[in-house]
């Protein structure tokens, strides 16, 4: 047998003799489980199954079970409250901005004379006023890099029709690793989307859409994501659901409640999830996820954070990292 396609939490294996594909995540694997694909049928297999369907003993399966154990467990290395400190300024920033033709608004264009085809037609802002006077507008539904537009030819949609939102930028775009947005609902809401296992779990429903990058990428390392790679850890086993282990990319993130959502809100949820992954690891006194994943679990942590932070009067890190008008979640 030979193992393809493996990553930080997922994996492709060809049977020898049968030819067939098994997939599963890394968890999965580990746990002796994953689904086989044979021609246009799918079934979850057994233990000793999938060491038949290799080609090898239970012991040999054992110890590439341990191996991908183990890399399953490193899947995240960052420390995201290291990334926080190079973020924060930059983040408040945007936060703090109030212009609305700020990268990352939406817009209607209007009176234009030479692409009057354009009138009316919505798109995003995704390059800020240049020495011409023009804002870079990727206009919906058309390819390509964007117009350059005169404000005067755009009129920004209010916030009553748009939702408070948070874009996680990848690797290969800049080097923010979030931002506070506002989308109109219509295209956050209509887009297909995953849930964040342990967000949901813990009673915040954050919802996450891929979007495209903000300029063209190409190498896989551009499209890391480990942001996002967090919000997709699953619940059941601490390990990055498939496909979000690879090339995560760009996404937007909104409540499926559709409230507001703040930058420092999915950094808080970020956080928690992080301080979990060591627990996820412990063979030892393994994670009791009825007790340390539940809404009341992740109100102590934000209430630890926010406590921490104002007993430091914001010299500390836990200051510096949030903001002063508190949590939306």
């Known amino acids: ?18 030819g067939s594909g098994i997939d599963c995540s890394l968890g999965r694997f580990a746990a002796g489980e994953a689904d086989v694909d044979a021609g246009n049928q799918r079934r979850v297999i057994s233990a000793s199954e999938l060491a038949e369907a290799l080609g090898c003993g239970q012991i040999d399966l ?25 973020d924060r300024l930059f983040r408040r920033e945007c936060q703090a901005a109030e212009d609305v033709f700020a990268v990352g608004r939406w817009v209607r264009l209007q009176g234009l004379q030479i692409a009057a085809q354009l009138n009316g037609r919505s798109g995003m802002v995704i390059e800020p006023l240049n020495e011409t006077g023009r804002l870079g507008v990727q206009v919906s539904g058309i390819a390509g ?47 297909p989307f995953e849930v964040s296992p342990i967000a949901m779990r813990v009673g915040v429903p954050l919802h996450i859409v891929r979007v495209e990058p903000l300029r063209d990428l190409s190498a896989d390392t551009e499209f890391d994501n480990q ?28 409540r499926g409640d559709e409230g507001d959502l703040s930058a420092d809100d999915v950094c808080l949820m970020i956080c928690f999830i992080d301080s979990l992954l060591a627990r996820y690891r412990d ?32 010299d500390s890190d836990r200051g510096r990292w949030w903001g002063e008008g508190g949590f939306n979640i």
């Open 1 to 18: 047998s030979s193992c393809s396609n493996s990553s930080a939490s997922g994996l492709r294996v060809m049977a020898a003799e049968s």
């Open 62 to 86: 054992e110890k590439l079970q341990a191996g991908v154990e183990e890399q399953a467990a490193a899947a995240l290395v960052f420390d995201p409250r290291e990334q926080l400190e190079r």
């Open 145 to 191: 890099k964007g117009k350059r537009i005169r404000p005067a030819n755009l009129t920004a949609f209010s916030n009553e029709e748009t939702l408070q939102v948070v874009r996680l930028f990848c690797r290969g775009e800049q080097s923010a690793g979030l931002q506070t947005w506002r989308w109109p609902q219509r295209m956050v809401t209509d887009r």
């Open 227 to 254: 942001w996002l790679m967090h919000l997709m850890v699953d619940h059941e086993t601490g390990v990055v659901r498939h496909p979000w282990h690879h090339r995560p990319g760009p996404a937007i993130v909104w």
């Open 283 to 314: 063979k030892e006194a393994p994670i009791d996820i009825d007790a340390e994943v539940t809404r009341e679990a992740f109100q102590f942590f934000k209430a630890r954070e926010m406590q921490a932070a104002s007993e430091e009067n914001g």
